[in-house]
């Protein structure tokens, strides 16, 4: 059974740093997805890691993959206030349908 | 633009009620979801459908029901709603293999 653990679930960082969030999978997984949530808000795809050292980057965020370490990052360059939000990683068991395991998320507060 | 849209964004229903949470898709795609999400538990798949008429159980299922008559509709249907079925509920739909689209969300509200 697929289990996703994301840490720190909480991260409280200052304007201007760096940080990293980590997303770990306990089996195998041909991809991995993150999603924003705003608060009150629902979910929104950042990205999708299709493969084994995929690395995708939008702005200030960039993901990857590891697949043989089942572990994908997210690394936040430079926070700004506007990157508050609630990160969530999810993975497909597999021969999945198309459901998708999410991790309990990761609560993002960006202090100036 | 592709949208997923969820009938209500705010429902207060009493106990015991019969209760239904409607889902509309309007990019074709053969996969719905319905999930909860609860602060410290995460998102939790009640439900899934991979095609009309078809339907999957999730993780917690106990309690709900689904219907999907049409390819973009996906109805959660609470049959006796409980206090303990107060939860924020967000539907999603994908094409095989991609990612979600999520809905806006329905917090729901048990009294």
């Known amino acids: 059974e697929l289990k996703v653990e994301q840490n720190p679930l909480f991260l409280s960082m200052q304007e201007e740093k760096n940080y990293t969030i980590y997303c770990n999978y306990s089996?195998?997984?041909?991809?991995l997805y993150w999603y924003r949530q705003d608060p009150g808000k629902s979910l929104e795809s950042l990205f999708v890691?299709?493969?084994?050292?995929a690395v995708k980057q939008e702005g200030r965020l960039m993901a990857s993959l590891d697949t043989k370490a089942r572990l994908s990052t997210l690394h936040i360059t430079a926070a700004v206030h506007d990157l508050s939000a609630t990160y969530f990683c999810?993975?497909?068991?597999?021969?999945?349908?198309?459901?998708?395991?999410f991790g309990k998320g990761t609560k993002l507060s960006v202090k100036p | 633009d592709v949208k997923v849209t969820q009938s209500s964004r705010y429902l207060v229903k009493r106990t015991g009620e019969k209760v239904f949470l409607e889902c509309v898709q309007d990019?074709?795609?053969?996969?719905m979801f319905w999930y909860r999400q609860d602060p410290g538990l995460g998102l939790r798949l009640i439900y899934f459908?991979?095609?009309?008429?078809?339907?999957e159980k999730g993780d917690i299922p106990e309690g709900y029901s689904v219907s999907r008559e049409k390819k973009e509709r996906f109805s959660l249907i609470l049959e006796s709603a409980s206090t303990n079925q107060t939860s924020m509920y967000l539907c999603?739909?994908?094409?095989?293999?991609?990612?979600?689209?999520f809905g806006s969300g329905t917090r729901l509200t048990v009294v």
């Open positions: 990019m074709d795609h053969e996969n």
């Open positions: 999810a993975a497909p068991p597999g021969g999945s349908q198309g459901n998708l395991i």
């Open positions: 089996t195998t997984s041909d991809r």
């Open positions: 999603a739909s994908s094409l095989v293999g991609r990612g979600y689209t």
């Open positions: 890691l299709l493969s084994n050292g």
């Open positions: 459908s991979y095609d009309v008429k078809m339907k």
